[in-house]
């Protein structure tokens, strides 16, 4: 890729956040991500998002298997420069991970798996939720200053895609638990001679009683069918 000036890297961002935009669910906006950052991150040859929430990781987007791989050693080993970017740092650069010595473990698992270099940028995503945009490379000094002044700007807008993203999903949920609501409160409507109020009510009940939620109570009550009781 050739240089950029912030200008050129503005326009840039411009488009790709347009593109993420139109995503229909979280997962095409992260694998979106992911693929934009391989593309117009220099040096980078792989790259995912690694999700944190709470001592779960989850590991999306990921552009080949060693993303993952290397997400699943750092939950085991509870070291790694993801792990580093997502909880702790804003960024971290690991150039020749033959010479590094913050993750001891981690190196030497990585450097088994053909990573040289590795690039994280903090990625904010919910008060309980921590994540990591990670990029690596199979040679050393892979990652140069514009590869860092790239993957901030474009970490920046991927939290915005994905804090988006997640507020259409979780939009299009509740609309689809309303209606799955007011179907289970026709069918009791219909099937005891109660009014909305009462079905409501019962609902509740039956929610509160069984220790489910509300939505999976009448999605349970539509499946079983207008002649079920």
Known sequence: MTSL???????????????????????????????????????????????????????????????EQMDALQQRLGEG?????????????????TDERRWPRFTRHALDAGVRSTLSFQLYTGNHTSGALNLFAKTRHAFDDESVLIGEVLAA??????????TAEQLLSAVASRDMIGQAKGMLMERFGIDAAQAFAMLTKLSQDSNTPLADVATKIVELGPDRR
């Open 157 to 166: 807008h991927a939290a915005i895609a994905i804090a988006a993203a997640r």
């Open 81 to 97: 420069p993801c792990v580093d970017a997502a909880l702790d740092a804003r960024m971290t650069r690991s150039n020749d991970l």
């Open 5 to 67: 000036d912030h200008e050129d890297l503005g326009r840039l961002m411009a488009d790709v956040a347009r593109g993420w935009a139109v995503s229909s669910d979280l997962d095409t906006t992260l694998r979106g991500i992911t693929d934009t950052a391989v593309s117009m991150i220099p040096g980078a040859d792989s790259a995912d998002i690694l999700m944190i929430v709470g001592k779960r990781f989850e590991s999306h987007g990921s552009t080949s298997d060693l993303p």
